[in-house]
């Protein structure tokens, strides 16, 4: 059963919303449909942005920073943008008489895929619908999970291959809906891209007992990214990188919040540029992770798959094709079993539909 | 430790080979099974729910007071002068060591500190910023550490031990895993010996990641947490990042990757306790939701 947590989120949306609902000035706004950043120079705006929104307006040119100066604007922190194939930053400040500031920040990442492993690192905050409906018209479709985030005044968004941090250093209802209403204009006219396809194959259920937290799903590519949201080891065990693509969550054992004690199954699937990369990651994971079982003369754990009891539980890994399945903490062998058979499955059907 | 090159796993964390005092903690458990052996370090917290207001501001007058009550209840002295007088001299060069980014010492403290000294016969000409590379730290005989709390995305937490990583040189060999060596910088020629006090600013701190910060994770704590024991000082904090973490959740939240630099700080680096069991934690103040 696929994964459609979009109800839930589309509740939790503020469908209220409406575009205008600011004083917007979008005459020096342009749209941004397909805002490509190919042939740019670098001090080249991708798009315009509103010259003013609410008692906003611009303050200062547009800033520009580029792979190499990323760890000076952030001061030693880039590597989360860099794990997700980042491409350049625009910068621009939004200043008001006694409101404070506005900050917004445009990533461009080199896919929809990286812009959305930004948005997931982090799934609290408050739903935003960026395309609010046409006065008139019904209420929007639903859609397959939030693609902006409000909270404490900064709004996180994935547009395409842009991800967006628009902040108001105050946070006053005036200063969230100029933020929501920048989060619309920045999002207005492009185009929306489904999720990564690892994401959209997660099932909601395994089995009878395991439940997707939709809110723990992350898509990332750098072992880096993996180590904040599961630490798994100081060395890039799975070999991530640029050309790998994963997927991790939690299937916890009944609703979250009322699972009581008992502990959720972590899974992580990855796959990689090719079959050979693949096996050389599972090797490099096994004879590390589980080295007394794969390596010497009493080596149980030797081929593309297995299951054992480690001291968090059972665990289980299955290599098909260019494929990886991971699973930690599970409960039981059994439920261990099911989980990996499930996912493997899934990554098969995946590669067999050239997904 | 997995292999000869001390790769780090999860599991060995599980089993305790590392983390023994706060890897529990640090991946969602508790700290209440430790053992208990005699206190060794103290750790002051001193909190005044008047110094932040509705805004966050800071009101300087209250936070004054808590400046003396840290320096008096640190060292047992009954005025900030005889406090100072009996960390530092009055011919030292004293190195402010403020956090500069991702959740900033407030500029108030800093400010604060700075006066504190004069007004204890430190020459103006004799206390400098401190933050920054090698030389910083090279150029001054103490330094005062002023990091504010916060968690960090690469480090776990990145306070008290990690205030110093520019004083390495090399501060991106000491992120994710790495961090466990974050306690070598402070026996480094350079740094070794120099700390006469630790000073978080735990007015607003920051309790998940970064890079940037996440309004949704600072709260207004109004603390300040001190000591002359660096580890001591980040177990206390760590403990405070942990619990404001479990409460927001209302589940365990670890941190991730986890704060190796704090036990290792104790038992590699030999620079202080890293165990609760092992503090002495005096309080003034405000303690509603004081998380330790």
């Known amino acids: 059963m696929p994964c459609f947590p979009s109800m839930e989120w589309m509740q939790r949306a503020r469908l209220a919303l409406a575009p205008v609902v600011l004083g917007v000035s979008i005459l020096p706004f342009a749209s941004c449909k397909g805002a490509p950043t190919e042939g740019l120079a670098m001090n080249e705006a991708s798009f315009n942005l509103p010259r003013s929104v609410g008692v906003w307006t611009q303050s200062g040119g547009r800033e520009f920073v580029g792979p190499r100066d990323i760890f000076k604007y952030m001061d030693g922190a880039g590597e989360l943008y860099l794990g997700y194939r980042f491409k350049r930053l625009e910068v621009q400040h939004y200043g008001s008489a006694d409101q404070g500031e506005i900050l917004v920040e445009l990533y461009w990442m080199e896919t929809s895929d990286d812009a959305y492993g930004l948005l997931s690192g982090d799934w609290g905050g408050e739903a935003v619908e960026l395309h609010p409906p046409e006065p008139g018209s019904s209420l929007p479709a639903a859609t397959d999970g939030p693609r902006a985030l409000y909270g404490a005044g900064l709004l996180r968004l994935w547009s395409d291959n842009l991800f967006a941090r628009v902040i108001a250093d105050q946070e006053t209802n005036p200063s969230k809906k100029a933020v929501e209403a920048l989060g619309q204009a920045i999002a207005r006219g492009r185009s929306t891209p489904p999720r990564p396809v690892l994401i959209r194959s997660l099932p909601a259920r395994v089995g009878s007992r395991f439940l997707l937290r939709p809110d723990r799903v992350t898509f990332l590519r750098s072992h880096l990214v993996l180590n904040s949201v599961y630490f798994l080891s100081s060395e890039n065990l799975l070999d991530l990188g640029p050309d790998c693509e994963a997927a991790t969550t939690t299937y916890g054992q009944g609703p979250a919040k009322t699972t009581g004690n008992a502990k959720p199954a972590r899974l992580l699937l990855a796959r990689y540029a090719n079959e050979a990369a693949a096996t050389k990651a599972l090797h490099h994971f096994r004879d590390i992770y589980l080295a007394e079982k794969s390596k010497g003369p009493r080596a149980s754990l030797t081929g593309d798959s297995g299951v054992v009891a480690i001291e968090d539980g059972w665990m289980g890994f299955s290599r098909s094709g260019r494929g990886l399945v991971l699973v930690f903490e599970s409960p039981d062998e059994a439920s261990a079993r099911l989980l990996l058979g499930e996912f493997t499955q899934i990554l098969e059907k995946l590669e067999a539909s050239r997904e | ?292």
């Open chain 2, 1 to 292: 430790m997995s292999d000869d090159k001390q790769v780090i796993t999860r599991r060995d964390f599980v089993r305790g080979t590392v983390g023994a005092t706060l890897g529990a903690a640090a991946m969602g458990g508790t700290l209440a099974a430790l053992a208990a052996p005699v206190p060794t370090s103290q750790v002051v917290l001193v909190r005044e729910q008047g110094v932040l207001d509705e805004q966050h501001a800071v009101n300087p007058g209250i936070l004054r007071i808590m400046l003396r009550n840290v320096l008096t209840k640190v060292t047992g002295k009954p005025d900030p002068t005889s406090a100072w007088r009996s960390l530092v001299k009055t011919d030292d060069v004293i190195g402010l060591v403020a956090t500069d980014h991702l959740n900033r010492t407030h500029p108030e403290l800093i400010e604060l500190v700075r006066a504190s000294l004069m007004e204890s016969g430190v020459p103006q000409s004799n206390i400098r910023d401190a933050q920054g590379g090698p030389e910083k730290a090279r150029a001054c005989t103490a330094l005062v550490a002023l990091p504010a709390l916060k968690a960090h995305w690469l480090t776990g937490i990145g306070t008290v031990l990690k205030n110093y990583i520019t004083f390495s040189g090399n501060p991106s060999s000491y992120h994710d895993a790495n961090n466990a060596n974050l306690g070598e910088i402070w026996n480094m020629p350079h740094v070794k010996g120099k700390t006469k006090l630790v000073l978080v600013d735990a007015l607003r701190p920051l309790c998940d990641k970064g890079p940037q910060p996440d309004p949704r994770y600072l709260w207004d704590y109004k603390g300040l947490i001190a000591g002359r024991d660096p580890v001591a000082v980040e177990a206390v904090c760590l403990r405070i990042i942990l619990q404001k973490r479990q409460a927001l959740r209302g589940e365990p939240w670890p941190l991730s990757p986890p704060p190796l630099c704090v036990e290792m700080a104790d038992k590699k680096y030999g620079l202080g306790t890293s165990r609760m069991e092992q503090i002495q934690l005096d309080r003034v103040g405000w303690a509603a939701d004081a998380l330790v």
